[in-house]
């Protein structure tokens, strides 16, 4: 996970396009180099987030960088852009040649830090029909990390991941309860049991874990542990990374 910069218009944006550009396309070349198999990038920095929308001056800046580093990598390519603006994020998908996008508010509505989420999965497929971007997959959170889900704490989570399977999502993801959180490896068992759709873990993924979770799950989706102290604002650490690729390799 590539955390961009703050973009243009959220109250960390520092005026400089062509800073967050170079650190996003030197990030993905770290990376690159360190044999990571695909890419994502997400506004982490846009603190605080909008709730399911974002203006154009995020959605057309974040197509430039995963244009640029999609050119510059040849890596596969998601994007996430937040809070849930899932729309947002498959145009830009679409215009910069990505590959999948991750979607939050997918299935069951659930109250996070911004908000109320409502589930999107019919407006947001609909969308991808209309726009023609049915080859980019939507990954979807379940059981969102930072959000409240007592709504739904009648469901576990083997529900939500049948009924975002019955709403057609390309693959779940499965997170702890904040960014760098290790995710539930009995959930990730289940949930992996339950459907046919790739499964990934989405926080928490580090060098003494990794090789439990990708005994249990397809992918996984790793942001804090890269960085300088393990904090996912920090600059990335290129030997915690090899370090970890190095492990990956080793167990096949």
């Known amino acids: ?133 049915e080859h980019i997959a939507i990954f979807t959170d379940i059981k969102k990390k930072h959000s409240s889900h007592a709504l739904t704490s009648d469901l576990d989570i083997v529900e939500m991941a049948h009924a975002a399977a019955f709403f057609l999502s390309d693959g779940l993801i499965v997170t702890g309860m904040h960014t760098g959180d290790t995710a539930d490896l009995n959930e990730l068992k289940k949930v992996k049991t339950a459907t046919n759709l790739p499964v990934l873990v989405g926080s928490g993924v580090d060098l003494d874990n990794v090789t439990d979770y990708m005994a249990v799950t397809d992918a996984l989706i790793i942001g804090s542990y890269f960085k300088k102290d393990g904090y996912w604002a920090n600059d990335v650490d290129g030997d915690k990374v090899r370090a970890l690729m190095k492990k990956v390799n080793s167990n096949g």
């Open 1 to 133: 996970m590539i955390h961009l910069q703050a973009l243009p218009g959220t109250p960390k944006y520092d005026g400089s396009t062509n800073q967050i550009i170079e650190k996003a396309l030197n990030e993905a070349c770290t990376y690159q180099q360190a044999g990571i198999d695909a890419l994502m990038i997400e506004n982490m920095h846009d603190v605080p987030y909008t709730k399911n929308d974002v203006g154009h001056e995020i959605s057309s800046l974040t197509a430039i960088i995963a244009y640029l580093i999609k050119q510059k990598t040849g890596l596969p390519l998601g994007i996430q852009i937040l809070a849930g603006a899932n729309k947002a994020a498959l145009a830009t998908a679409l215009s910069a040649g990505a590959n999948f996008i991750r979607a939050e508010g997918f299935v069951f509505g659930h109250l996070a830090d911004e908000g109320y989420i409502d589930s999107q999965a019919a407006e947001l497929l609909r969308y991808r029909k209309q726009i023609g971007a």
